[in-house]
Every structure is written in structure tokens, then in C-alpha cells.
């Protein structure tokens, strides 16, 4: 019923930003949590950070806290991903997810349920 579709990726350098959308289809309801996380090849899917559906609360992984910001747009039904300082280590395909949110906010792969098809994010060094 919800489908959520990534981009904005691409091939950066160190040092620079990107700004990563994802967009939601299909009927959404305001007590939706969206998260954002990356699999680099080889590697678990990573959590980055949670927002509730409001864009009031949010919680960001220790690794990216600082560098990357995480906002959405109601009348465009996107929720956006601001990255800025890149670094290699940040490469990997970036997906957003959504579940259903009551005031906690989940940092594991298993507690969403609605994924998106991920979009690339590479950064040479």
C-alpha cells in the first residue's frame, strides 16, 4: 500500500555533499516512522537515522551524526537525505524504509517492513 522510491545518488568526491529523496507513494498516515540505511558490498544493512512522519523527532546513527540531516515534505510526500562532509567509507547503496511509529524509533533491519529499491551513493577518495 506504501512504496518508496530513492535518488538522487551518485559518484561524489570526498568532502562534498549529496542530497538523497525518497519518495512515498500510495496512502500514508502521519504516525509512519521513515529511516534511512546503507549496505556496502560485503556488509549488514546499516541503520543512519530515523524521522517521524511530523519531521519533530529524529535519531541519527553515532556515525553520521553531525554530517548528514534527515528532513520531509509533507505536500511533496518526500523525505530527504542531506549529506554533507562524504566520506569513502560512506559509499554503499542508501535505502529508505517506513513502519509504524508509537513514540520509538528502531535502528534494526527486521523492524521495517516497506523498503525502497535503494539508490548508489560512491565517494572516491
Known amino acids: 500500500q506504501v512504496q518508496l522510491i530513492e535518488s538522487g545518488g551518485g559518484l561524489v568526491q570526498a568532502g562534498d555533499s549529496l542530497r538523497l529523496s525518497c519518495a512515498v507513494s500510495g496512502r500514508t498516515v502521519s504516525s509512519y516512522a521513515m529511516a534511512w540505511f546503507r549496505q556496502a558490498p560485503g556488509k549488514e544493512r546499516e541503520f543512519i537515522v530515523a524521522?517521524?512522519?511530523?519531521?519533530?523527532?529524529?535519531d541519527y546513527a553515532d556515525s553520521v551524526k553531525g554530517r548528514f540531516t534527515v528532513s520531509q515534505d509533507y505536500a511533496k510526500n518526500t523525505v530527504y537525505l542531506q549529506m554533507n562532509s562524504l566520506k569513502p567509507e560512506d559509499t554503499a547503496v542508501y535505502y529508505c524504509?517506513?513502519?509504524?511509529?508509537?513514540?520509538?524509533?528502531?535502528?534494526?533491519?527486521?523492524?521495517?517492513?516497506?523498503w525502497g529499491q535503494g539508490t548508489q551513493v560512491t565517494v572516491s577518495s
Open positions: 524521522i517521524s512522519w511530523s519531521g519533530f523527532r529524529t
Open positions: 524504509a517506513a513502519r509504524a511509529y508509537s513514540g520509538t524509533f528502531y535502528a534494526r533491519v527486521a523492524e521495517y517492513g516497506t
